[in-house]
C-alpha cells in the first residue's frame, strides 16, 4: 500500500510565496508519476503540476507556469511544489497524487491511483 502525505498549506496575501510537500511511503517510485491537483470551492478538481520520478520531467498547467516549480528529493521519498506569485485564485485544496507511469496523460486524474488527504490554500486579496 502506497500512502502520500501532504503538508505546508496556510494563508499568504497576494503575491506571496508558499512552498507544499508531499512524502510517499513507498519501496520505491522508479517508474511513478508525481502530481499535483487543486479543487476549489464549487470547482471540478484541476491539473497543476506533475513530475516523472525516473527523468525529472515535469509539466504545467498554463494557469501556474512561470510561478510554480515542482522539484523531487530522492533520498526523501518527496516533491515540493514551490508557489509563488500567488493569485487570489489559486485558494483550492491542494492533492498530491501518484501513480505509475502509463499511457493516460499526467494531467488527468485517472493517471494516478494514491492520493493525499489535501491541503488548504488561502490566498488574500
Known amino acids: 500500500q502506497v500512502h502520500v502525505v501532504e503538508s505546508g498549506g496556510g494563508l499568504v496575501q497576494a503575491g506571496g510565496s508558499l512552498r507544499l510537500s508531499c512524502v510517499v511511503s513507498?519501496?520505491?517510485?522508479?517508474?511513478?508519476?508525481m502530481g499535483w491537483f487543486r479543487q476549489a470551492p464549487g470547482k471540478e478538481r484541476e491539473f497543476v503540476a506533475s513530475i516523472w520520478w525516473t527523468s525529472g520531467a515535469t509539466s504545467y498547467a498554463d494557469s501556474v507556469k512561470g510561478r510554480f516549480t515542482l522539484s523531487r528529493d530522492a533520498a526523501k521519498n518527496m516533491v515540493e511544489l514551490q508557489m509563488n506569485s500567488l493569485k487570489p485564485e489559486d485558494t483550492a485544496v491542494y492533492y498530491c497524487a501518484s501513480g505509475v507511469q502509463s499511457t493516460i496523460s499526467v494531467q488527468s486524474s485517472r493517471a494516478y491511483s494514491f492520493w493525499g488527504q489535501g491541503t488548504q490554500v488561502t490566498v488574500s486579496s
Open positions: 513507498a519501496r520505491t517510485l522508479r517508474f511513478y508519476t
